[in-house]
Structure formats: C-alpha cells, structure tokens
C-alpha cells in the first residue's frame, strides 16, 4: 500500500527540528518560516515540551472520556487565564475542523436554526460542516455542498445585516484573520458590527483562531485586538504545538447537556500535557511579547523590500503579496536559502514562523529575500 496521493510535496524531508530550524537526514539545516501550516508555536522540540509528553507517556497516554481527567481541568483553567476567558467553558477536540464542527453543531443546538453565515475566502477544514462553510468549491463533495451555508464578502456588513434579518441564522463564522484566503483581516470596526449583528438577531457569533489565535497576532487571540468577545472560539494549530489538539471556548450563554457533543480521542492525557507544556513556556518565556517584538521588525524589514504590492497581517501572521507570481521566489527561497514559507493563491507568501523566532532568523530571512529578489 502507497499513501493516498492527496498533496504536492515539495522533495525535502525534515528528521529532526530544534527551535525554528529543521534538519533532514544529511544534517541540511533549514529556517523555519512557515510552522508547518502556522502549527509551531513554541519550537520544533522544546526541551520542556518534549519533557512533559514523554513523562505523560509513562504514566498513561490515553483514557477514554467516561473517567476523570484532571489534566482537562487543568488545560481548561490554564487555557482560560492564558487568553482572558476564565468564565468560558472548554471542550477539546483533535483538530481545527473537528472544533469547527462542533462550534456550529452547538450554535444550531442552542438556536434551533440551521443556517450558517460565513465569508468570501473563508477557510474552516475539511470535514463535513467545516468545509460547506469554506469558500472553495473545488473541495465541497456534492454530499457536503448544502442550501444551509450563505457566503458574504468580508468586511461588508450590509450583506450580513441582510442575511440576519431574515430570521434563519443559527451562526456566523469568521476567522480572526483569515489565513489560506491569503492573510486578509476583518477590520476591527467589522467584528464590532458583526457583534451588534449577532446580538440584534439573536444569532451565535464564532471566531476561527485556529489559524490566527494562540498568540500569533500579539494577543492571544486575533479578535482581542477589536475588543468583541464571540460566543464560540475555536483553536487548534500552535495549542499543540504539533501534538493533535483542537478546542472550542464556549460562553456561559451555552448550557452543556451530556452527550450532545462528544469524541474518543479528544482531550486525552498525552493531548493535554503538550498543550499544557504550551501554555507554560508561553508564560516563562514571555511568547506573546516576542511575537509583538519580531513582528513589528518583520514587517518594518519586510517594507524595505523591493516589489512587495501590499504587506498585510499582524504579530508573526503576515501576508506578503508580491506584484508579481511568487512560485519562483518561494522556491528559490526553499532550494538556494533553505527556507520555508507558505503560500496563499499565486502572489502571497504567507510568513508563520515558530512564534519563538529571533532576530537572528528575522535577519536570515531578509538577506535572503533581498538576495532573491535583486536576481528576478
Ligand atoms: C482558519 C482555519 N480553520 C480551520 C482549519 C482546519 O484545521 P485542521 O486542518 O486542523 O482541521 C484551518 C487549517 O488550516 C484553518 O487555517
């Protein structure tokens, strides 16, 4: 059996990881500007990180949902002081779509609606609900493709408030910063309306940080910059570290009644100790005001830079969109330099670097951009 041949590979293969470099088996080292998908948040290998999974591991890696688990409690409380949402409740999942889902299950559960409200360029997952409110027909199957999902362009209120008014709407979701669509940012005046909107018409309001949360804009999560509080958070990628985890913050307005959400591996043991390990070097090594730090440099070099069309992002969550196709200059920058980035349609490189990125990485990444770009 071969594997399902679903991704175009780049012909690199990362053995092992330290900080925000990779190394493959000849001991190439390569600068880690992409987090694998905006995933690395405290390092490749963080000492402590990996300190905690494996004493887990010798304890107990897994017990299903129907024992106490007081690494759970533990998750949720650290998790609430760490973002601001100490009286939200937590439920964990594997994964972004897997949180998404049960983001929009519980909105439809609490208002008896079904209709969901979501953005041009929106990316949610792949699973079912998750990819019927993600603006890509080219991966809804007909069996996901449903009369229940409604697409507005982003930042335009007058469509919402349109779509609202008609009664149907169990949810809205948004990302805090939309990440696949190409780094594109609700304006925090939007999210404010989006808010109003919400309360008015008596509908949930969730926020996608899968991408932009867990410290990468600078506040723990994207919309904390607009000062909303949404109904439903949800979060995966850096909450793990690399370790499958997703979660959704849910408000009090939500009551919890037994089984009307449930999963065999989300929030296990193993799970929960790497996002516990994430949460506490976020605290001891002051992550967030690192991510304001390099970020801020990042896009002030990044200005500097010749035939950028527009810089887009915040904290270490930027889109760079260049005025030309940019396939060449992220492969030369991967093949010639040894640096990852990602990529969003064919003119924007996407920078997600390990949230605990340096100057001496900011640095490497520059003389190589500018390298790069005096030969195109
Ligand atoms: C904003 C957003 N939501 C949801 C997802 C889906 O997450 P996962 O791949 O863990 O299911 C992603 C993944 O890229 C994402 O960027």
Known sequence: ??????YPLWD???????????????????????????????????????????????????????VQNSLQKQLAERLGAASGYPHFSLFLCNSGAEANENAIKLASFDTKKKKVLAFGKAFHGRTSGAVAVTDNPKIIAPFNATPNVEFVPLNDVEAVEKNLQTGDFCAVIVEGIQGVGGILMPTDTFLQQLRALCDRYDVRLILDE???????????????????????ITTAKGM??????GGALISPRFKAVHSMLGT????????CAAALAVLEIFEDEHILNNVADMGA???????????????RGRGLMIGMEMEKPMG???????????????????????LLPPLCVGKQQVSELMEALHEVTKRL
């Open 240 to 245: 793990g570290n690399g370790f499958p985890i």
């Open 297 to 311: 440099l990042l896009m002030s070099e990044l200005q500097q830079l010749p035939g950028v069309k527009e810089l």
């Open 210 to 232: 899968i991408q932009s949360g867990y410290g990468r804009s600078g506040k723990f999560f994207a919309h904390q910059w607009s000062g909303i509080e949404p109904d439903i």
């Open 264 to 271: 065999t591996f989300g929030g296990n043991h193993l799970a």
């Open 328 to 350: 060449e200059l992220r492969s030369k920058l991967l093949f010639e330099h040894k640096i990852f980035t990602g990529a969003a349609g064919t003119h924007v490189i996407r």
């Open 12 to 66: 690199v293969e990362p053995a092992y990881g330290e900080g925000c470099y990779l190394y493959d088996k000849n001991g190439v080292c390569y600068l880690d500007f992409y987090g694998g998908h905006a995933v690395i948040s405290v390092g490749h290998t963080h000492p402590r990180y990996v300190q905690r999974i494996a004493e887990q591991l010798k304890r107990l890696a897994f017990y299903s949902n129907a």
């Open 1 to 6: 059996m071969l594997p399902f041949d679903v």
